[in-house]
């Protein structure tokens, strides 16, 4: 079945840089579109940044655009996000995501249909 | 961007009856060419990472409830929860994948009366 594990959250400070990785397993990774999605302490689901299945296009929320990059390597089944100058308003839970529909049957776009379990990040001096 | 706006913020529902969260888009979210609607509804309880119930506005996913119902088209959706039951109390939250920048509403978090 389709696993997403997530790792690399911790306690950072203001300023400082991170790097977050998710394992995968169970289906092919190479020709699924990824995503991180984020959840801040008791405020609502955001998201964060996406990657198309063979990693030509990428795309980011305003609020991290600049300061993080996702990729990807297809040969590991691994999707990362590098996080950079991060600030307290980053303290959050980082999802990885996967696609519901692969690249051979998708028309136009897919959603959002798997997620890890999660790794907490906290910005905090 | 697309923003994606629900309502209510909360509703509080009596075990057995139904709920309905509302979402609006502000443009809209259908693919002309296969008129799919690039909506979905996710179901997210405290310590869990959020399950997709229903894409395409209206495609239940496998294994979810029929007391789950997606409706609506273009900017104006609907998600009906019929039959409630105690283990429906979660926040829900609708998303939208029509533009590469993708966007969630703000949850609508459902409880029991």
């Known amino acids: 079945q389709v696993q997403l594990v997530e790792s690399g959250g911790g306690v950072v400070q203001p300023g400082g840089s991170l790097r977050l990785s998710c394992s995968t397993s169970g289906f092919i990774f190479s020709i699924f579109g990824m995503h991180w999605v984020r959840q801040a302490p008791g405020k609502g689901l955001e998201w964060v940044a996406s990657i198309r299945y063979d990693g030509s296009n990428k795309y980011y929320a305003d609020s991290v655009k600049g300061r993080f990059t996702i990729s990807r390597d297809n040969s590991a089944n691994t999707l990362s996000l590098h996080m950079n100058s991060l600030r307290a308003e980053d303290t959050a839970v980082y999802y990885c995501?996967?696609?519901?529909?692969?690249?051979?049957?998708?028309?136009?776009?897919?959603?959002?249909?798997?997620w890890g379990q999660g790794t907490l990040v906290t910005v905090s001096s | 961007d697309i923003v994606m706006t629900q309502s209510p913020d909360s509703l509080a529902v009596s075990l057995g009856e139904t709920a309905t969260i509302n979402c609006k888009s502000s443009q809209s979210v259908v693919y002309s060419s296969n008129n799919k609607n690039y909506l979905a509804w996710y179901q997210h309880k405290p310590g869990q990472p959020p399950k997709l119930l229903i894409y395409w506005a209206s495609t239940r996913e496998s294994g979810v409830p029929d007391r789950f119902i997606g409706s609506g088209s273009g900017t104006d959706f609907t998600l009906t929860i019929s039959s409630l039951q105690a283990e429906d109390v979660a926040v829900y939250y609708c998303?939208?994948?029509?533009?590469?920048?993708?966007?969630f509403g703000q949850g609508t978090k459902l409880e029991i009366k």
């Open positions: 998303h939208q994948s029509y533009s590469s920048l993708y966007s």
């Open positions: 995501a996967r696609d519901l529909e692969d690249i051979v049957v998708m028309v136009y776009a897919s959603t959002i249909a798997f």
